[in-house]
Nanobody, 115 residues
Framework: QVHLVESGGGLVQAGGSLRLSCATSRSIFSITVMGWYRQAPGRQRELVATITSGGNTNYADSVKGRFTISRDNAENTVHLQMSSLKPEDTAVYYC?????????WGQGTQVTVSS
């Protein structure tokens, strides 16, 4: 199992930026895919972005060109840089780790974008 701790959420005005971080309790090299998901009130949890151990990235169409996922192998941390934020980006953002048949989730961090 791996323990994930998110940080960096908060309140920001539309057009602003935030950087989310997800610290892992084990070496990030051993985790096949790490990602960020989000869940807005009354909606299902949805994929935001993923990054593989090889550095390949994938983004939801709604965030392409605005969000960037990256990994810091030395710090065992994954970041999500969010720019040009929109009110519809408001949600609880969750970090996710997958390796083999195992999946772990963080506790979530709230991002609120005001118009």
């Amino acid at each position: 199992q791996v323990h994930l701790v998110e940080s960096g959420g908060g309140l920001v005005q539309a057009g602003g930026s935030l950087r989310l971080s997800c610290a892992t309790s084990r070496s990030i090299f051993s985790i096949t895919v790490m990602g960020w998901y989000r869940q807005a009130p009354g909606r299902q949890r949805e994929l935001v972005a993923t990054i593989t151990s090889g550095g390949n990235t994938n983004y939801a169409d709604s965030v392409k060109g605005r969000f960037t996922i990256s990994r810091d192998n030395a710090e065992n941390t994954v970041h999500l840089q969010m720019s040009s934020l929109k009110p519809e980006d408001t949600a609880v953002y969750y970090c996710n780790a997958k390796w083999g048949a195992l999946v772990s989730w963080g506790q979530g961090t709230q991002v609120t974008v005001s118009s």
